[in-house]
T-cell receptor
Framework: DTEVTQTPKHLVMGMTNKKSLKCEQH?????MYWYKQKAKKPPELMFV???????INESVPSRFSPECPNSSLLNLHLHALQPEDSALYLC?????????????FGPGTRLLVL | GDSVTQMEGPVTLSEEAFLTINCTYT??????LFWYVQYPGEGLQLLLK?????DKGSNKGFEATYRKETTSFHLEKGSVQVSDSAVYFC?????????FGTGTLLAVQP
């Protein structure tokens, strides 16, 4: 099973709302990732968790707050977003390592900020 | 730094045509190389991968060979179908970050 699940599939929120994106995998992977993808562009890395600890934050604004409650779950908490944050948010997972590990992606959450 | 360059799209082909999407990489070492596919409205799916020179990755009729001498990983398929219409990303992975190419949109017409 190489499945990564993400909920919700679609999300519309106002700039004053607080919402959360959820990601789950049961492949035993100990590295999990959040990416942001704008239309017609490749995904951009936001955060990396390795063994439930934040290992990379790509200078993401603090209105995005990641959380890794356990080895299977990854959340992204959203607060006071801007319209330019509208995008497809992708979660991925892999075995942790020094590099080159295959990442498996979820279907994404399509976020619209009004 | 490491980079991946892939051919610009869109690529428009008729059904059963031969497909090539070029990809070259620049890296200090020898990264693992991947092709991911993204169908409309979906996430990325791993299509194939190669972890060392001369490895050939293949899946669903697609194949790509890791050529160290030309630093290339071109994607090929002998006979495309309408259902292959998607965006294809060439990706390098030498560190704990993936390096994405810009993506190539493939449109296959019946």
């Amino acid at each position: 099973d190489t499945e990564v699940t993400q909920t919700p599939k679609h999300l519309v929120m106002g700039m004053t709302n607080k919402k959360s994106l959820k990601c789950e995998q049961h492949m035993g992977h100990r590295a999990m990732y959040w990416y942001k993808q704008k239309a017609k562009k490749p995904p951009e890395l936001m955060f990396v968790y390795s063994y439930e600890k934040l290992s990379i934050n790509e200078s993401v604004p603090s209105r995005f707050s990641p959380e890794c409650p356990n080895s299977s779950l990854l959340n992204l908490h959203l607060h006071a977003l801007q319209p330019e944050d509208s995008a497809l948010y992708l979660c991925a997972s892999s075995h942790p390592g020094v590099g080159g590990e295959t990442q498996y992606f979820g279907p994404g959450t399509r976020l619209l900020v009004l | 730094g490491d980079s991946v360059t892939q051919m610009e799209g869109p690529v428009t082909l008729s059904e059963e045509a031969f497909l090539t999407i070029n990809c070259t990489y620049t890296a200090t070492g020898y990264p693992s190389l991947f092709w991911y596919v993204q169908y409309p409205g979906e996430g990325l799916q791993l299509l194939l991968k190669a972890t060392k020179a001369d490895d050939k990755g293949s899946n669903k009729g697609f194949e790509a060979t890791y050529r160290k001498e030309t630093t290339s990983f071109h994607l090929e398929k002998g006979s495309v179908q309408v259902s292959d219409s998607a965006v294809y990303f060439c990706v390098g992975g030498a560190t704990n970050k993936l390096i994405f190419g810009t993506g190539t949109l493939l449109a296959v017409q019946p």
